[in-house]
């Protein structure tokens, strides 16, 4: 009986992460104070209070251990989440309006929590890790926060495409992807969160401080593009280098032998629907769908 109790708790929890509505005006201006109240209150409100310490990591057969540990990327995975909670905090705390600072509070707790969810999934797993580095605060938090929210933006739509694509080509079975479902679909609400953030920030602040935060943010978009291609290359962003033959080597495998055209179909699909179930008056990631839009547009035409 208790473990149907826990079911139907947790099947409650996984459907108020994804389903929200705020009970406001028709009609919202984006940076008014109700616009404020909405991404903020759905940040709050859709949180799955899941413990990373109950996760049961689900016996894996040999040969999907072997494919799991086999993966090069928990390395940065774990340092990439230790360094975004520590940046979202450090931001969080000079925040001066308190419903926006609890709420990116909450963002950097989920941040912290994802990196305990891959640390105990190492564990389970026997997956040996190099050892992790120091994760300083950011000597500026504005831009530590918009880098990585802006990271997230592109690196969230593409994990959502390939953990679709490894759970149908059966690369993940299908109990780790139950596992592991909650924390992809934070990544989503993090970026719905970020995206209202920057334009509520954006037509809250002067005019006059507009053009310098342009120019920050395309500098951020420059050294995130940089970023990935050295990434691409086998070199992460802090000079060291990785084995960057995991996709190409192992694309028909976790892609079900998906094109390029295909994957990037089946991420604007997983994004949409990652997405679908918000208040539809909330600003929605923008940028990369449109490029990759237009990069599917091309396509068609060569």
């Known amino acids: 009986m208790s473990d149907t109790l826990i079911t139907e708790a947790e099947a409650a ?7 929200w509505t705020f009970d406001g005006h028709a009609r919202m ?17 859709t949180h799955n209070p ?4 109950v996760i049961d990591w689900p016996q ?10 086999s993966l ?22 000079q925040v001066q309006d308190p419903l926006v600072r609890e709420a990116i509070e909450m963002d950097a707790a989920e941040e912290a929590r994802h990196k305990h969810v891959l640390s105990r999934l190492v564990a389970a797993y026997g997956i040996e890790l190099a050892p992790e580095p120091d994760y300083p605060a950011p000597r500026d938090p504005e831009w530590a926060w918009m880098f990585t929210g802006y990271s997230e933006c592109i690196d969230s739509f593409f994990a959502f495409g390939l953990f679709r694509s490894a759970q149908l080509s059966g690369y993940f079975p ?11 679909q934070e990544e989503a609400r993090h970026i719905l969160f970020f995206v209202n953030w920057v334009a509520w920030y954006r037509r809250t602040m002067p005019w006059w401080r507009r053009p310098w935060h342009s120019l920050r943010v395309g500098a951020i978009w420059v050294k995130l593009i940089w970023d ?19 996709l190409p080597a192992n694309s028909a495998t976790i892609g079900q032998a998906l094109s390029t055209r295909q994957l990037i179909e089946l991420c604007l699909q997983e994004n949409d629907q990652r997405m679908a179930g918000y208040d539809k008056r909330l600003v929605r990631p923008m940028l990369v769908p449109k490029l990759a839009r237009l990069a599917l ?3 068609r035409a060569q």
């Open 13 to 19: 929890h996984d459907h108020a992460m994804r389903h």
């Open 29 to 45: 201006r984006i940076g008014s104070e109700e616009h404020k109240q909405m991404f903020c209150r759905m940040l709050l409100e």
């Open 50 to 53: 899941y413990k990373p310490a």
């Open 60 to 69: 894996l057969p040999p040969d999907a251990l072997k494919r799991i540990t």
């Open 72 to 93: 090069p990327i928990w390395d940065i995975a774990v340092q990439t989440e230790g360094r975004a909670s520590i940046r979202v905090a450090t931001y969080a705390g």
């Open 174 to 184: 299908e109990e780790l992807v139950d596992t592991f479902e909650p924390v992809i």
């Open 228 to 246: 990935r291609v050295a990434i691409a290359k086998g070199i992460d962003s802090n000079g060291v280098a990785h084995d960057s033959n995991f």
């Open 297 to 299: 547009r091309l396509m």
